[in-house]
């Protein structure tokens, strides 16, 4: 089937899911002028809800990054929440211990957050590689330690010292994404699309992108011709993690301000069905990205001016992936149409 | 002596979610179909068994709906994997979500979530409960603890001894020489699916409408996955998955015991032991046989080829 044909598929099922979801929505008593309103004109007019759609849009295409590379490797990275976690803990810590001299702060946190992000992928990578213990479970389940950790600082040693809320003391204004200079675009969009830049290249135009493309297709043929699977391996794997803990800083420093109980909610799902949507390209991460960014911000809404619980959302991200999921089976299969 | 008795008593309570779970994720695997949707289906289950019992007042029929709820979910599933031939890790994590997406509306949309309500309380069996140990290990618990048991023994005899249970078996293993033998792969894996699948929505409807009799959004905790990893642990051997289900019953049976032996650990650090112990267990797991167990066509979609 050729990619023009492929694309129109997948933007077929896409149109199915949407419908399927104003369906819904309807049900539940929203009017179709209503849902136009507010899903395409109230985002695209106001400055402010495009700005919240960028600020949403970039963590999820740095997760959906972080899913796609994993995917290339033919390593399910399901932790990306526990990596989120720790990669915002990590940008935290140097928030606040005010480690390192001011102006280069927040570099300093992005790094840590990478940093954090990698090191917690270590124990699963290590456990899958050395004993094949399965990492779709393992990384799974570390997201739950992460979280409980999460709750132990913000409960503990990192509760607000000023209202005694669990979240962590307030960044201050260098410790902060801020707004682009002279627009209204935070900062983290710049790192967003600066790492789709570099995945790109990575994947489909550097030397390591063609010899993982040799262990995605057939990893025991790939080791028999003198390839390092192993090494490959870990290689996406630990860029995966660094990605997802990038993605918790840009969350804690570009909307939040801070580490809170609940930042990192859907991250991770999100992730892994983005870099499934977008079939492991960089730019399609983008694309998708932006539509659950503008889902969420369109939620909202919902939430604030129909009384309808954001959970709605999900279940509506959920029907998208479903519809396009199933519609690549006539891109897989040749469907006769026996008279 | 004291802390050992109670702790040992109520482990069947912790023991029974993870036992009917696992043995409901053996029985769709046995199959080929992977399902990593256990979670979703575990919550659809904790959701559908409150709503029915607030509404009706009766909570066995509430553990009806349970499993009915989970099985009519798994449908979008089965058809997605079994017909779609979608990739069962994306299908499994997407149903997942979905669960979480629609019992958190739901529940919300039909206040349910936080209600109290009355449930099912233990067997009365007179003057046996009251033998001093045996009386409370024994007796004393409610009667899905003792169904949990008939219901494995059943499944292993369905398996083991009639047409059906090898039938699945078969389409779990060799899709392609069953297919030949006139075996239908859709047929049997559906109904693997669909079963199994309920069999964990009871689980969770047992988590809410027995144990904690209150809907709380996402109560299943994480029991889903956990169970997922029982199974590879039981090396996907039924009665052996009853152990696992006890062993991680003790696990969280303990959980709210530490701080009564008089052990300062940070709650937060008490409320990992699960999922550590369930890494343990998969790394346990990993170390032993080279088999694993699992079926041989497991994640696998079957193509039937083309006859000309």
């Not at chain 1, 902060?176 to 710049?190: A, D, F, H, K």
């Not at chain 1, 069905?273 to 998708?288: D, H, S």
């Not at chain 2, 979008?76 to 629609?102: P, Y």
């Not at chain 2, 069996?125 to 494995?152: C, E, K, M, N």
Request: proline fraction near 3%.
């Amino acid at each position: 089937m050729s990619k023009r044909n492929q694309a129109l598929v997948i933007c077929g099922g896409l149109g199915i899911g949407l419908l399927v979801s104003a369906v819904t929505l309807m049900f539940v008593g929203i009017s179709a002028p209503d849902l136009l309103n507010e899903f395409i004109f109230s985002i695209f007019t106001s400055s402010r809800s495009i700005n919240a759609v960028l600020a949403l849009a970039a963590p999820l295409t740095i997760v959906g990054l972080s899913a796609a590379i994993g995917f290339k490797a033919r390593f399910w990275n399901i932790g990306i929440e526990g990596q989120v976690i720790f990669g915002a803990i990590g940008a935290t810590l140097i928030a606040t211990y005010d480690v390192g001299p001011e102006q280069f702060r927040i570099y300093l946190m992005a790094s840590m957050a990478m940093l954090f992000g990698m090191a917690w992928m270590i124990l699963p990578l290590f456990l899958s590689v050395k004993l094949r213990v399965n990492e779709i479970i393992s990384t799974l389940l570390l997201n739950y330690v992460a979280f409980n950790f999460l709750l132990h600082l913000l409960y503990g040693p990192w509760k607000d010292p000023e209202t005694f809320f669990p979240n962590s003391k307030i960044y201050e204004k260098s410790e902060r994404l801020n707004n682009v200079m002279g627009l209204e675009i935070n900062v983290s969009v710049v790192i967003a699309l600066v790492f789709v830049v570099l995945m790109t290249w990575l994947l489909s135009l550097s030397r390591f992108g063609y010899i993982l493309k040799f262990v995605y297709a057939n990893s025991k043929m790939a080791k028999s011709i003198g390839i390092k699977v192993v090494l490959m391996v870990s290689i996406a794997a630990l860029i995966s993690g660094a990605l997802s803990g990038l993605a918790g800083f840009t969350i804690s420093a570009g909307i939040d301000s801070r580490l809170t109980q609940g930042f990192f909610i859907g991250y991770g799902f999100l992730g892994i069905l983005i870099g499934f949507l977008a079939r492991n390209n960089p730019i399609l991460v983008v694309i998708f990205a932006l539509m659950m960014a503008i889902l969420m911000v369109a939620g909202q809404s919902l939430q604030v001016f129909y009384q309808i619980p954001f959970a709605m959302i999900q279940l509506i991200q959920a029907i998208i992936v479903i519809c396009v999921a199933a519609s690549e089976f006539f891109i897989q299969h040749r469907i006769n149409i026996i008279k | 002596m004291d802390f050992l008795v109670n702790w040992i008593s109520i482990v069947p309570q912790f023991a029974v979610p993870f036992a009917l779970a696992t043995l409901g994720l053996i029985i769709c695997e046995k199959s080929g179909v992977l399902n990593l949707g256990a979670e979703g289906f575990m919550l659809m289950g904790a959701m559908a068994g409150v709503g029915a019992t607030i509404l009706t007042g009766g909570p066995y029929f509430g553990l009806l709906i349970a499993a009915i709820a989970a099985g009519f979910l798994s449908l979008i599933f089965a058809f997605l994997v079994i017909v779609m031939r979608v990739n069962q890790v994306i299908s499994g994590l997407t149903m997942v979500f979905l669960a979480q997406g629609l019992t958190t509306l739901v529940s919300t949309q039909m206040e349910w979530t936080n209600k109290s309500f009355v449930g099912i309380g233990g067997l009365n069996f007179g003057l046996l409960a009251d033998i001093p140990i045996i009386g409370r290990f024994i007796f004393g618990h409610d009667i899905i603890v003792y169904s949990t048991i008939l219901i494995f023994a059943a499944t292993v005899y369905i398996f083991d001894q009639t047409e059906i249970g090898l039938r699945i078996k078969a389409v779990g293993e060799n899709p392609e020489a069953a297919d030949s033998a006139g075996v239908s792969v859709l047929y049997h894996r559906f109904l693997a699916v669909v079963v199994g699948c309920m069999l964990v929505g009871l689980a969770g409807g047992y988590l809410s409408v027995v144990v904690s009799k209150i809907w709380v959004d996402g109560m299943s905790g994480g029991r889903g996955w956990i169970t997922i990893a029982l199974v590879i642990f039981a090396r996907w051997r039924f009665w052996t998955a009853m152990l696992g289900a006890v062993l991680f019953g003790c696990v969280e049976a303990l959980i709210p015991r530490v701080a009564a032996i008089g052990l300062q650990v940070p709650q937060y650090f008490v409320l990992m032991l699960p999922y550590l112990a369930t890494l343990a267990v998969m790394i346990w797991a990993s170390l032993g046989k080279n088999s694993s167990g699992a079926p041989a066509a497991l994640g696998k979609a079957f193509v039937r080829e083309e006859r000309s």
